[in-house]
C-alpha cells in the first residue's frame, strides 16, 4: 500500500480492518496463485490476455447471493444500530446515504461485476499445489497452478480500474463480528472522520457495503484463500478492458479481457509474463510430462527465461481411479 494516499489508507483501516490486515500481511515474499486448465493457460500465453469473467458464471457464483442476502440480514439486524450510531455521529446521515447508493447499483453489482479469482499461495505447495484445488477440475481436464508475484494486485493503478480483495469465509456471527469491529474503529477515528468529506465517507460506506457482499463466501471453503481482482464497467469505466462478446459459451454472456501488458506511464506494472510468473505447477495428470512439455515449449516463444525451471509436476499420486 506504499503507493497509496495515507488518508485512504487510514479509512480503510476503519472500514475494511480485516481487509486492511490480509493486505498489510502481503509481502514481496509473498505469491498468488491461480488455478486453471492446462488448455486455458496455453490460451492465455498465447492471447497475451486474461479474462475477467462474470459473478455469475463462475462455478461459486451463488456465494455472491449469499454474500448479499448475509448483508442485508446484518442491515436489517438491532445489533447494526451500534455502526449506524457512530457513523452518524460523525457525519448526520451520511450511512443512509452510503447504503442508498448501495441499493441503487445492486443490480448492477449483482449482474455485472466481473473477476479474476487468485488464491494465496503457501510455500509449503511450491512441489505440490493444493490436493482442495486440484479436486475441483473436471477428470478429464489438466490443471495448473500458475504462481505469480503479488504486485500488480496490490499496486492500484487509477486507469485500469480494477480493485484486489481477500474474500471472507465467515460464519453469520463472524459477519456480525466484523461490523462490531468497525463501530468501535468509527468511534475511535470520530475526530478524523468528522473532518472527512462528506462524500468521501459515503464512498467508503458504500464500497465497504460492496466488498461484504461481492467478496463472502461459505466458510466451509476456507480452505481456497482466495482473493478476488474485481471490476464493474458501469461503476469504474475505463479503455484498459475490452469487452469480447462472441465465440462464447456461456449464454452470450460477455467476459472483459486485460491485455498482459505494462503500462509504467499509468502505474501498471509486472503485468507481462518474465516478470509476473514465478511457478506452474502441472497437476497430478496421466499425460503431466507432456503438458509440462508443451508449456515449456510455449514460455520459450514468450520470451522467458529457463522455463524448464519454472514448470514443474506435482509430487501428489495421479489416482485413476475415483475414490469409493
Known amino acids: ?42 490460451k492465455i500465453l498465447d492471447r497475451g490476455e486474461i479474462e475477467f469473467r462474470n459473478t455469475s458464471d463462475m462455478n461459486d457464483h451463488q456465494d455472491v447471493e449469499v454474500g448479499i442476502e448475509r448483508l442485508h440480514q446484518w442491515i436489517t439486524h438491532p445489533d447494526s444500530k451500534a455502526l449506524v450510531n457512530a457513523i452518524d455521529h460523525c457525519a448526520p446521515g451520511v450511512w443512509a446515504e452510503g447504503v442508498k447508493k448501495f441499493d441503487e447499483w445492486l443490480p448492477k453489482l449483482k449482474n455485472e461485476t466481473y473477476v ?9 505447495e511450491n512441489n505440490t499445489g493444493r490436493l482442495s484445488l486440484w479436486r475441483a477440475f473436471d477428470k478429464n481436464a489438466v490443471g495448473v497452478a500458475v504462481v505469480v508475484h503479488t504486485s500488480p494486485f496490490m499496486h492500484v493503478a487509477e486507469a485500469l480500474k480494477a480493485y484486489s480483495s481477500p474474500v471472507t469465509y465467515w460464519t453469520r456471527q463472524e459477519f456480525f ?29 458504500f464500497l465497504m457495503l460492496l466488498f461484504a457482499a461481492i467478496c463472502s463466501k461459505h466458510p466451509g471453503l476456507r480452505d481456497e484463500q482466495e482473493w478476488r481482482v474485481l471490476t464493474n464497467p458501469f461503476l469504474w469505466p475505463t479503455e484498459l478492458l475490452f469487452k469480447q462478446t462472441t465465440g462464447l459459451k456461456r449464454d452470450g454472456r460477455a467476459v472483459y479481457n486485460l491485455a498482459l501488458k505494462d503500462r509504467p506511464a499509468e502505474g501498471i506494472v509486472g503485468l507481462e509474463f518474465p516478470q509476473l510468473i514465478s511457478r506452474i505447477i502441472i497437476g497430478p495428470a496421466q499425460n503431466s510430462e507432456a503438458v509440462r512439455q508443451e508449456i515449456i515449449s510455449k514460455l520459450t516463444e514468450k520470451g522467458v527465461s529457463q522455463p524448464a525451471t519454472k514448470v514443474v509436476l506435482s509430487k501428489l499420486p495421479w489416482r485413476h481411479k475415483a475414490m469409493g
Do not use: G
Request: a positive charge.
Open 1 to 42: 500500500m506504499e503507493n497509496w494516499d495515507p488518508a485512504v489508507v487510514k479509512l480503510l483501516s476503519i472500514f475494511m480492518p480485516s481487509a486492511f490486515k490480509s493486505r498489510a500481511a502481503i509481502t514481496q515474499e509473498s505469491r498468488f496463485v491461480h488455478y486453471t486448465t492446462s488448455t486455458n493457460l496455453l
Open 116 to 124: 479474476v479469482s487468485v488464491s494465496q499461495h503457501n510455500p509449503s
Open 177 to 205: 463480528e466484523e461490523f462490531e469491529v468497525v463501530a468501535a474503529s468509527v468511534l475511535a477515528n470520530r475526530h478524523f472522520l468528522s473532518r472527512t468529506n462528506r462524500v468521501v465517507l459515503r464512498e467508503v460506506i
